[in-house]
């Protein structure tokens, strides 16, 4: 008897390691040959927002490279943890990626703010693409033409308005830093969004705010806003003229990346494949003026650079908001 099933255990395991190496075969076979059809991006977000326009130019360029379309789906809702989600249950096979800012990629860090069903352990990072930079605006007609000129106002006069479009977001981490650092004792007023926070900054219903880049560029180039200090660690190069909160000397909240994301799972042969045909995209000039027309700037990082900024931000939003007592 022992003998039967000692046969039927060494049957049995013989049959699972052949099926092991037929599915390692043939998941591999497909790695080589990816892409062989259509691939869908999803951004969590509705159409028409900087993140989804930087993404279809994205998907333009990324699809002439691999020679099949990739096609950009947008799964919005849940404060973008829909498309987060949509990307974590798809098979991990290279055929559904997602474009997602730092907070739908790393979603345990704001669940304060949001409830998520997936954590930041159920994607494959593969590539940073893009980045959100948050700008310091002020009216037309203000009276300020520097960072330094706000600051000294607000001073000498605390209860300055700043408008924000909540509180885990890097416009108001900046405005949170810069009142800390130089104890300006702003009134902060919460907006649906940037596009609500114009409207406000417009209307003189605040007199400051630190919206992204992109969802205020038209206002700066009709002369409708000034545009005082960036959040990047560099000056941007479609508006170098605007000068990096931290070369005046104070601290910025880390940039907010967008980057391509598999489910878990995903074969490094197709993050490879995917991270080198984003690292040509990138070069192209085409590419670069496009972007750069949206007011979006360029940020590459491959897969082990992302999981080490992940970390380090993730940190440094944590300890923003336990010092803000969001969490405990």
């Not at 075969?25 to 028409?48: F, Q």
């Not at 038209?218 to 806003?225: E, F, Q, Y």
């Not at 545009?227 to 909160?245: M, N, Y």
Request: charged share 20%; aromatic share 12%; hydrophobic share 40%.
């Amino acid at each position: 008897m022992k003998t039967v099933r000692w046969r039927m255990f060494i049957g049995l395991f013989f049959l699972f390691f052949i099926f092991s190496l037929v599915v390692s075969s043939w998941t591999g076979a497909n790695a080589a040959d990816y892409p062989n059809r259509p691939i869908t991006l999803v951004v969590p977000y509705p159409p028409g927002g900087s993140t989804d326009l930087a993404a279809r130019v994205y998907a333009d360029f990324l699809e002439k490279l691999l020679k099949q379309p990739v096609v950009v789906a947008n799964k919005a809702g849940g404060a973008s943890t829909v498309g987060g989600n949509f990307v974590t249950q798809a098979k991990p096979d290279g055929y559904t990626l997602g474009y997602l800012p730092y907070h739908t990629a790393v979603p345990e860090v704001f669940s304060y703010f949001m409830d998520a069903p997936y954590s930041s352990k159920d994607f494959k990072p593969i590539c940073t693409v893009t980045a959100a930079i948050t700008v310091v605006a002020v009216k037309a007609d203000a009276p300020w033409n520097s960072l330094k000129e706000v600051i000294e106002f607000a001073k000498k006069n605390p209860g300055m308005k700043f408008g924000h479009n909540g509180k885990n977001t890097p416009p108001f981490r900046l405005a949170a830093m810069l009142d800390k650092q130089e104890k300006l004792g702003l009134v902060y007023v919460p907006f649906q969004g940037d596009a609500e926070v114009a409207l406000a900054l417009l209307g003189d219903h605040i007199r400051l705010s630190a919206p992204i880049y992109a969802s205020i560029k038209s206002l700066a180039d009709g002369k409708k806003v000034k545009l005082l200090a960036a959040s990047s660690r560099k000056r941007l190069e479609f508006a170098s003229d605007i000068p990096t909160v931290n070369e005046l000397g104070y601290n910025s909240p880390s940039p907010d990346p967008q980057a391509v994301y598999g489910p878990k799972g995903t074969p490094d042969a197709v993050v490879k494949t995917i991270s080198e045909a984003t690292r040509k995209v990138i070069e192209n000039p085409d590419y670069r003026t496009k972007v750069f027309s949206l007011g979006v700037p360029i940020l590459y990082q491959d897969a082990a650079t992302i999981e080490k900024a992940n970390l380090q931000v993730k940190d440094e939003v944590y300890s923003f908001f336990k010092e803000e007592g969001l969490i405990k």
